[in-house]
């Protein structure tokens, strides 16, 4: 299996763009998370899915983040408008069946937002 | 609400030297499972270990060793005989079921000076 798989790897945008993250899960995979990693703040989980469904989006800082996921491959995050502040490593994680099983973490996206 | 504690933020030690990895975590849960992921220089989340709540038994891989320990919500990772290559930012998780959240701890930064 190719692991999980996000796109684009690196984003630069500027501040008031759309910024959309892509995500393909592992196959087979039934949950989804988005984390967001700053120096300032770690490791913070936005939202996750379990079968497709959003389960907790507390995490998401603001109504300008959206998450979607409309099948079991695919996932996307989106910012708009972005600003500067929402710069920051985005990474995407599948897991398995079940909670003991662990996630797996895809490349992740560097997004900088001037 | 769960909540997992790595104190330690930044360890320095020359090589060869043991070095241990402090994880404190919290769950009203019964059944919950532990983790540990390490992020090297070059970005990605890799999965190194994985523990459930009815099993203290303590894992020794190689170089690296765990220590499970209920009685003190203690996840310890311990790496023996540290080399260069083993620098890189820890993170202890945790999970309590199938359709909970993983939560991280910020991480410890691990330098091992030659």
């Known amino acids: 299996d190719a692991g999980v798989i996000q796109s684009p790897r690196h984003e630069v945008t500027e501040m008031g763009q759309e910024v959309t993250l892509r995500c393909k899960p592992i196959?087979?995979?039934?949950?989804l998370f988005w984390y967001r990693q700053t120096m300032m703040r770690g490791l913070e989980l936005l939202i996750y899915f379990n079968n497709n469904v959003p389960i907790d989006d507390s995490g998401m800082p603001e109504d300008r983040f959206s998450a979607k996921m409309p099948n079991a491959s695919f996932s996307t995050l989106k910012i708009q408008p972005s600003e500067p502040r929402d710069s920051a490593v985005y990474f995407c994680?599948?897991?398995?069946?079940?909670?003991?099983?662990?996630?797996?973490f895809g490349q992740g996206t560097r997004l900088t937002v001037v | 609400a769960q909540k997992v504690t790595q104190a330690q933020t930044e360890i320095s030690v020359v090589e060869k030297e043991d070095v241990t990895l402090d994880c404190v975590y919290e769950t009203r849960d019964t059944t919950y499972y532990l983790f540990w992921y390490k992020q090297p220089p070059s970005g990605e989340l890799v999965f190194l270990i994985r523990?459930?709540?009815?099993?203290?038994q303590n894992e020794i891989s190689g170089r690296y060793s765990w220590n499970f320990q209920k009685s003190t919500s203690s996840f310890n990772f311990t790496i023996t005989a540290s080399q260069v290559v083993d620098s890189a930012v820890y993170f202890c998780?945790?999970?309590?079921?199938?359709?909970?959240?993983?939560?991280f701890g910020k991480g410890i930064t691990l330098s091992v000076r030659p």
């Open positions: 998780a945790l999970n309590t079921g199938a359709n909970s959240k993983l939560t």
């Open positions: 523990r459930n709540s009815f099993d203290e």
């Open positions: 196959s087979g995979h039934n949950s």
């Open positions: 994680a599948s897991r398995g069946t079940g909670g003991s099983t662990e996630a797996f």
